[in-house]
């Protein structure tokens, strides 16, 4: 079993910046592929960023040249980091660990809250 704890959320103004991280228990992290979605009062949860086993990455066009997804297989963390913050990013954030085995494994964090208002 894998838990997810994601933290790093919080109130920021527009233009500001948030880096989320999100730790991972267990054994496969370094093999699995992750990633950080949101989900906004009313909206369908969206993909925001990923990064493969092998570390490439991929971005919503919402996000692209503003976020980065990182990871640190030494510490089975995954990061994103947030800058040049909008209203619209306003969110709870998910960490999202998949496994491909005989079969997919998806495991899902808890959410952070992150508020960009002024």
């Known amino acids: 079993q894998v838990q997810l704890v994601e933290s790093g959320g919080g109130l920021v103004q527009p233009g500001g910046s948030l880096r989320l991280s999100c730790a991972a228990s267990?054994?496969?992290?370094?093999?699995?592929?992750m990633a950080w979605h949101r989900q906004a009062p009313g909206k369908q949860r969206e993909l925001v960023a990923s990064?493969?086993?092998?570390?490439?990455?991929n971005y919503a066009d919402s996000v692209k040249g503003r976020f980065t997804i990182s990871r640190d297989n030494a510490k089975n963390t995954v990061y994103l980091q947030m800058n040049s913050l909008k209203p619209e990013d306003t969110a709870a954030y998910y960490c999202?660990?998949?496994?491909?085995?005989?079969?997919?494994?998806?495991?899902w964090g808890q959410g952070t809250q992150v508020t960009v208002s002024s």
């Open positions: 999202n660990l998949r496994f491909f085995f005989v079969s997919t494994l998806d495991y």
């Open positions: 267990g054994t496969i992290f370094s093999r699995s592929a």
């Open positions: 990064i493969t086993s092998g570390g490439t990455a």
